[in-house]
């Protein structure tokens, strides 16, 4: 066994032993089903905070997609009542307008504001949901979330607006997910029609979101798609964009691999803590001027997955990064009892900033423990 594929199992093994079973446990509400924003470090729910709508979104996918992979017995009607609870508080009238974008702890509206973002990952949970067999409710949800964007969200510039408010400035991250999940729903229907959506933010991805003479991704625009000077670049989104144009490739269209391996070397280059093997959150622009700055967990994640994806295509460095990288999770962020917990932040003197554990990370950590997994079982299909 090498020492990726131990890393690797490790990785999954406290995914799959330790985090899934405890978040089960301790990050579902027992009288409605509903997930909570966030744990504190003794594993009791952190209340009182808005609960945002993508969260639960994000863990219904996590929890559908963990019992499809047989990682936790009881996961799908954990992934059920959670689809319920959505249903029934979060989107008025079936969808027709979407999903609102804050819940109180009492499940009554606190933000109707229908941001692009949760839409996004209300289609996740669709497609997810489709795939576990409850596909007439969630089939019917994603469609009228579509119709809803197509209807009231569609730019004239391409794309989408950020909300029903129309707030500036425009922002690649809400696209890039909802390439995310219209491409899970393609996956899941074997419908090509979620494939051309899928189609069209890729072209706006080529033609505004990749800055080609630098290979980094833009972050913030002009109504019209016209980058904002200065913004800061995030390396984590850039690895995200090499996981996903893999996929995309999966799907049967055909990217540049030399795209997904310039973005991937330059996300290391630009956003490489030289005092910790992971990723700073933001890189000052212009892009030479690297910052030493604080550190998320979630372009961790991130990194492991590209690197996987990379490995796969040969891309030297790539297995040692991510080895390295398991290795210094343990070492860092999940080095925290009771396990099953993580801390989400540290700042530029690798300081815990964390104050508490967002449930939000959870779909992150499961998306790598999925690849981790995928990997070890493409070099070991026994």
Known sequence: MTGLQSSLERFRHWFVADCLPFWAERGVEADTGCFYEALNFDGTPSTGRPRRVRTLCRQVHTFTEAGRLGWLDG??????????????????????????FHLGDDGQVIDDRRDLYDQAFMLLACASRIKAGDSARAKSLADNTIA???????????GWLESDRKELP?????????????MALHRATGE????????????????????????????????DWKPRADDPIEPGHMLEWVWLLNAYEACGRRTPLDMRKRLYTNALTYGADPDFHGLIDNVAAPVVNKIHGAKRLWP?????????VMAKHGSNGAEKNAEKLIGDLFETYLAVEPKGLWIDEFDSDGERLARDVPASILYHLFEAAAEADAFLKARDPS
């Open 148 to 158: 809803f964007l197509d209807r009231e969200l569609t730019s004239p510039h391409g």
């Open 192 to 223: 090509e029609g979620y494939l051309d959506y899928a189609d069209k933010i890729y072209d706006l991805f080529c033609s505004a979101f990749y800055g080609d003479a630098n290979s980094i991704v833009r972050e913030h625009f002009t109504e």
């Open 170 to 182: 425009r922002r690649q991250n809400p696209h890039m997910h909802l390439f995310e999940a219209f």
């Open 300 to 308: 961790q994640t991130e990194y492991l997955r590209a690197s996987l």
């Open 75 to 100: 996961a799908d009607p954990i992934a059920a009542r959670g689809f319920d609870y959505l249903l029934t508080h979060a989107c008025p009238e079936g969808g027709a307008r979407g999903c609102v």
